[in-house]
């Protein structure tokens, strides 16, 4: 820069301030020229990993819903992204709130989690692991699941190395995997072929195991197994979970099991790490503060493993992001506390309630004719939308159209015209396994039982378009 622009600047800056005319030919030509100068301007390079991104699924429903919401009469209601419209149970505020009026709750907390943490959980994960856990080493907490498991993935993965994923699959896991280096490897869950005639159950949704392992390389490091099962709502049975397990063991990989929804099952839920001395020692179990006491704004997850697996993730975690937040460990410690005493039914009354919201919500697919994917965990419905005739003259943006299967449309339609939220499954799919998904919509069902309600009776608005 000359040095003589600076004093230029400034005297522009007093005679603009006092609407000096003099100046104005000096000023339009100083921008005239730093115009010309930044239209020259380029911005170095992103990584590949983050700029060859499409936009995802959670931008492209929330612009629809907020572009819908500017032309219909009624509130968009949101059954798309698994968030709860309810605050998580008293007992579980009231630790949070406590927690803020701990000197210690409001600094730092060890990296690897809040010893209180770490003990409740190991208090509460103890009966169904059926041994002790040690919480100084075979526990560490992170910031939300999500953030547990890239520190596994980052841990564990050199450049190339390859991780199986079942489709479909939350999102987060890909990019997971592809930051460190790793390659994802796909395998489709198979979903019985007459689900558009018929209500199916999600254990109809199944693993083809010679495929599974026709997809094992002398680079597969791990396997991500999701039980209960994002979208699905499968329950991995005992002889799937076995015959995995098997197949880990016989090549030495790793199994991430992501159990976010471990407290809310509907059928007989089983461990993978529980099956054999050998698997307790390759298994990472994820676990989620969100998920349990339905808070997923305080963002605190966990990985529970074999000691020998679990200071990797602690050391990715430590470069990740340091530590967790302080009072909100503190406020899960003393829910999980609570929750497991004897005299507290919430984790009973959870399941119930769930039950009930299923039952309730269902029947409004009854009423129109259309087929869904009964779930046995979880709180997500994936419903059939193959009888659905939206009007041929119907003009769609071409990125709902352009590179996305036909599901996008049936969202992104329902969205502006019935303004209900839901979500496009293929999303969770490689394009060419997307023919396995695009009949269907995932709706979230972690509302209040009012709001529900109100979707239900939006949703009858469906049935002239509904052809059966």
Request: contains cysteine; glycine residues 6%; proline residues 7%.
């Amino acid at each position: 820069m000359p040095k003589h622009l600076p004093a230029v600047l400034q005297r522009i800056r007093t005679a603009q301030l006092s609407n000096n005319p003099q100046f104005r030919p000096l000023t339009a030509l100083l921008h005239s020229n730093m115009s010309r100068e930044l239209s020259s301007f380029t911005y170095p390079k992103p990584s590949p990993k983050i700029a060859g991104q499409a936009k995802d699924v959670w931008s492209f429903v929330n612009e629809a819903a907020a572009e819908a919401q500017k032309s219909l009469p009624y509130p968009v209601l949101n059954l798309g992204q698994g968030f709860f419209s309810y605050n998580p149970p008293d007992f579980a505020i009231k630790a949070a709130q406590e927690a803020l009026n701990d000197v210690s709750c409001n600094q730092y907390s060890p990296t690897k989690g809040r010893a209180s943490l770490r003990k409740a959980l190991a208090s509460a994960y103890e009966p169904s692991f059926g041994r002790k856990l040690d919480w100084e080493t075979e526990i560490v907490v992170t910031s939300g699941a999500n953030e547990g498991m890239f520190s596994a993935f980052t841990g564990f993965l050199s450049e190339g190395d390859e991780v199986i994923v079942f489709e479909p699959f939350f999102d987060q896991y890909i990019s997971n995997i592809e930051l460190p280096g790793g390659k994802v490897v796909y395998v489709p869950l198979v979903p019985p072929p007459d689900n558009d005639v018929r209500t199916v159950s999600s254990t109809e949704w199944t693993v083809d195991f010679d495929y599974l392992e026709s997809k094992i390389s002398s680079r597969t490091k791990m396997i991500v197994v999701n039980s209960p099962h994002n979208p699905v709502g499968k329950v991995f049975s005992r002889s799937e979970l076995e015959r995995i397990g098997k197949l880990a063991v016989e090549h030495n990989i790793i199994v991430l099991s992501d159990e976010v929804y471990d407290r809310l099952y509907y059928t007989e839920f089983t461990r993978i790490a529980t099956l054999s001395p050998e698997l307790q020692k390759l298994t990472l179990t994820v676990g989620s503060a969100g998920k349990t006491f339905s808070a997923t704004g305080w963002r605190v997850g966990w990985l529970i493993g074999d000691a020998e697996l679990i200071k990797y993730v602690a050391a990715a975690h430590t470069r990740i992001c340091f530590a967790v937040n302080s009072p909100l460990q503190e406020g899960a410690a003393v829910a999980l506390q609570e929750a497991m005493k004897p005299e507290n039914t919430f984790f009973e009354d959870h399941v119930t309630s769930y039950k009930q919201k299923l039952k309730n919500f269902n029947r409004i697919w009854d009423e129109l004719g259309l087929t869904y994917t009964d779930p046995e965990g979880g709180y997500f419905v994936l419903v059939n939308f193959s009888k659905l005739r939206i009007p041929s003259d119907y003009v769609f943006p071409d990125e709902i159209v352009t590179g996305r299967a036909k599901d996008f449309r049936m969202a992104y339609w329902l969205i502006k015209e019935i303004g209900v939220v839901t979500i496009p499954p293929t999303e969770f799919y490689l394009p060419e396994h997307a023919h396995l998904a695009e009949n269907y919509l995932r709706f979230a069902i972690c509302k209040t039982d009012d709001y529900l309600e109100l979707a239900v009776e939006r949703l009858r608005l469906l049935k002239p378009y509904i052809r059966l």
